[in-house]
């Protein structure tokens, strides 16, 4: 039992914003005060500190076959030695972490959940096993279904009730947690060696639209009622000009709704709000983007925040990857993920002295600012932006005007004429901010006992030196950074895990997966699926990961 | 001048980031240098005997120092004068002075070093003066001669310094280099793949790959990454 004292308390799911109270635990949730015995709990006195809940990152690539395969291929980023072994297990990693460091590095931050954000289903095994690697925080992983053959089979003969029972029985045998849309119909046009490049090109083999592909696994994951809405990244990522696309894409979500969260995420769209015709003239779309976003109360997104410093873009976007390869003359790599997906990886750097750079930088703050704080996650892409521990970063910036005043007087001055980001005043408040990175992205992945600190939640809470009702949050951005660099308690489930910045515990989060098969008559998609064995590299029956493999699973049905 | 001789034979490789800077020091205090016996560290003075003559700046390694590792590694002057053959990663990452091997050295002489003079009076193995896995850039100055034979993989990223080697080379040097100068007395295998600059002459024969053209400057390439890079007779 937990008694924590007098901590300031933000707590937008529950309204709370800066009040000083005492928080409960027990038995890994919070509870009333009634419930506990006050002296056999154990005091953390956090007056004069921040209390929150832990962060949330619903977007960023921490296991799978993409991040490994950017540590084999990145063996640079494996020489800063992060923790010797002894009582922690020894991680090492720049901004490309094993796995033990990913969970490390989140609970020193005061982060207690992540999303793996792309799976093929076919390698959820290896996934889940990673998953299963990573200390401490919960973890999910979204599955990707925007260019399997089997979803436009469906798609093709029109029938939505054989596309409800795939996505039940893939995320079911992925264990995955929600619907995963890369690059809609885009990597399948890149098995022979193209992308399409609008919402209504046909995709090569087959006779669907990457608007159908929207749309119909839209419909589908409503009508299956999963906690979280489809998840899309845009075509054209990473192209001038995209911005247009994006607006489209958002568009398709018109006259759909959904009592608890939203009908459609974008994620990252830094990388997907470029206006202008090409790389000499590229400018920032973030304006349009925002205007449209905020006009729509049934569309939330995702930064994908650039962070000047070394990356790894790693996608399912495979056609993108290769030209960002061709681009930059960095090294490549490719997967063809079966008839399911495929992927690429290239190591990436952001300098402040390049004006892309600085472009891609600005537009990530401009989508934070200008975005209403109800609709915008603070996410990096970890690690396409850069890496996940410099979230305190992106939280300083959009609660400070002369921090950003400040930065961009070191960075290229293309930015002034190709973004509004110096001319904008807006200035987030703490709630809002705690907001973007607790309960938005809680209620964006439909967990109701996540992000808020309200009575039955789950005791995942970080406490930070620094008193909202004292700071002075535009000019004091240096020790608020610091602050939410390293958190001064991250207690996972009710065990305090870290204190100022050090590992105390190494506990086992949860692997959260949904489970809708119940839903729909599963059996009436098996024979389709079936009949693609005669392609896959495995047999039907070695296909997904059985309950029982995962280390602690959380399954959650949906009735 | 600090005199440093093995006591036993090494069952597995120690690692020992040996400078010149340690011969400023104590004796005493030299023996408490903390080095990698394996998996443990431990003192140097548990693994060597060490004796100094002298305030000069530098060290003698007596005895078999060819599972020794790193000797050298960063340092930035003095000299180190190895009495036999030395292990892998020799003058890693040095920046100046002087190591001289009076036999053979491991794979990894040299790498990304960036100032600096090593002899080797025998033969050198793989990867001498290249860039570690992964970084862009390998030896940028600084000169390195090998009075034997020398491995494959020569001056791989190479940006700047030279590389003499006065017997013969394997495959695959100067891959993707980009500057300096690599000269071979002897014979060798491929050699500039993905060459951008830099030049490398070679006494005997080699093979050149079929993308570089033959020019009055010899063969320039690599024309696959638009490289300006010659390899020529001498
Ligand atoms: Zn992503």
């Known amino acids: 039992m937990l008694w924590i004292k007098n901590g300031v308390v933000v707590d937008p799911k529950n309204r709370i914003n800066a009040e000083k109270m005492d928080l409960f635990v027990k038995d890994g949730k919070i509870v009333e005060e009634s419930k506990v015995k006050k002296g056999d709990c154990k005091v953390i006195d956090a007056s004069g500190k921040l209390v929150v809940a832990g962060g949330i990152d619903m977007h960023a690539h921490i296991a799978g076959g993409k991040i490994n395969t ?62 299963d690697a990573i200390p401490i925080i919960d973890k999910g992983a979204l599955p990707v279904f925007g260019n399997w053959h089997l979803v436009f089979k469906c798609i093709e003969e029109k029938n939505l009730e054989k596309l409800k029972s795939l996505i039940a029985w893939t995320i079911e045998r992925s264990k995955g947690f929600g619907v995963k849309i890369v690059n809609p119909g885009g990597v399948e046009a890149w098995m022979y060696g193209g992308n399409v490049k609008g919402l209504d090109e046909q995709v090569p083999g087959f006779a669907v639209t990457p608007r159908e592909i929207i749309t119909w696994l839209m419909r589908a994951n409503e009508e299956l009622n999963l906690p979280h809405s489809i998840h899309l990244h845009c075509n054209n990522l990473g192209i001038p000009g995209n911005y247009q696309t994006t607006i489209e894409s958002i568009k398709l979500a018109n006259g759909l709704k959904n009592e608890k969260r939203q009908i459609l995420h974008v994620t990252h769209v830094q990388f997907n709000s470029y206006a202008g015709n090409s790389w000499r003239d590229v400018a920032s779309g973030a304006a349009e983007i925002a205007k449209i976003v905020n006009s729509m109360d049934n569309v939330t997104i995702d930064m994908g925040q650039a962070i000047f410093g070394h990356a790894t873009a790693m996608t399912g976007d495979a056609p993108f990857q290769f030209t960002l390869h061709k681009l930059i003359g960095a090294r490549w790599s490719n997967k063809d993920t079966e008839v399911e997906t495929g992927a690429g990886i290239v190591p990436i750097g952001y300098l402040p002295s390049n004006p892309v750079h600085t472009l891609q930088w600005a537009i990530g703050l401009e989508l934070g600012l200008l975005i209403e704080s109800d609709k915008v996650v603070l996410t990096t892409d970890y690690p396409n932006g850069g890496p996940f521990t410099e979230y305190p970063y992106v939280m300083a910036m959009l609660m400070s005007k002369k921090m950003r005043e400040g930065e961009l007087k070191r960075v290229h001055q293309y930015v002034q004429k190709a973004t509004t980001l110096p001319s904008i005043e807006t200035e987030k408040t703490l709630y809002e901010v705690i907001h973007m990175t607790r309960s938005l992205p809680a209620r964006v992945m439909g967990l109701d006992k996540k992000g808020h600190l309200g009575i039955g939640a789950d005791a995942d809470i970080a406490i930070y030196d620094l008193n909202p009702l004292t700071t002075d949050f535009s000019n004091e951005f240096d020790r608020v950074y610091k602050a939410f660099k390293v958190s001064e308690f991250t207690i996972k489930d009710g065990d305090v895990v870290a204190k100022k910045g050090e590992l105390v515990k190494e506990v086992f989060g949860k692997t959260f997966w949904v489970d809708a098969s119940k839903k729909v008559d599963v059996e009436a998609v098996i024979p389709d699926v079936k009949s693609y064995f005669d392609f896959y590299t495995v047999q039907f029956s070695n296909y997904g990961v059985d309950e029982r493999w995962l280390k602690k699973s959380k399954r959650i049905e949906v009735i | 001048m600090l005199i440093i001789k093995p006591k036993k034979y090494f069952e597995v490789c120690v690692e020992a980031e040996i400078t010149p800077d340690l011969a400023l020091k104590k004796v005493e205090e030299v023996k408490k240098f903390k080095v990698f016996y394996g998996n443990k560290i431990v003192e140097l003075g548990e693994l060597f005997e060490i004796s100094k003559e002298g305030e000069d700046k530098k060290i003698v390694l007596g005895g078999d120092f060819s599972r020794v590792k790193w000797v050298g590694t960063r340092m930035v002057d003095g000299e180190i004068l190895v009495k036999g053959s030395i292990g892998t990663n020799c003058g890693a990452f040095m920046r100046g002075g002087r190591i001289i091997i009076e036999k053979d050295a491991d794979d990894w002489l040299g790498t990304e070093m960036a100032g600096g003079e090593i002899i080797v009076k025998g033969n050198a193995k793989n990867l001498v003066g290249c860039a570690y896995y992964g970084d862009a850039v390998g030896m940028s100055a600084g000169k390195i001669l090998i009075e034997g034979n020398a491995g494959n993989y020569v001056g791989d990223k190479m940006s700047g310094g030279e590389i003499i080697i006065k017997g013969n080379a394997g495959d695959f040097i100067g891959m993707e280099m980009r500057g300096g100068v690599i000269e071979i007395h002897g014979s060798c295998g491929f050699v500039g793949g993905d060459m951008r600059g830099g030049e490398i002459r070679i006494k005997g024969s080699f093979e050149v790959l079929p993308t570089f053209k033959k020019t009055e400057k010899g063969w320039v390439g690599d024309v696959n990454v638009k490289g300006e890079g010659v390899v020529k007779n001498f």
């Open chain 1, 70 to 131: 950017g540590r084999v291929m990145r063996p640079e980023e494996m020489r800063v030695v992060r923790n010797i072994a002894g009582k922690f297990r020894a991680t090492v990693g720049r901004v490309l972490l094993t796995a033990p460091a990913i969970g490390y590095e989140y609970a020193k931050m005061g982060y207690t959940m992540s999303f793996e954000a792309a799976t093929p289903p076919i390698t959820s095994p290896h996934t889940h096993e990673e998953l």
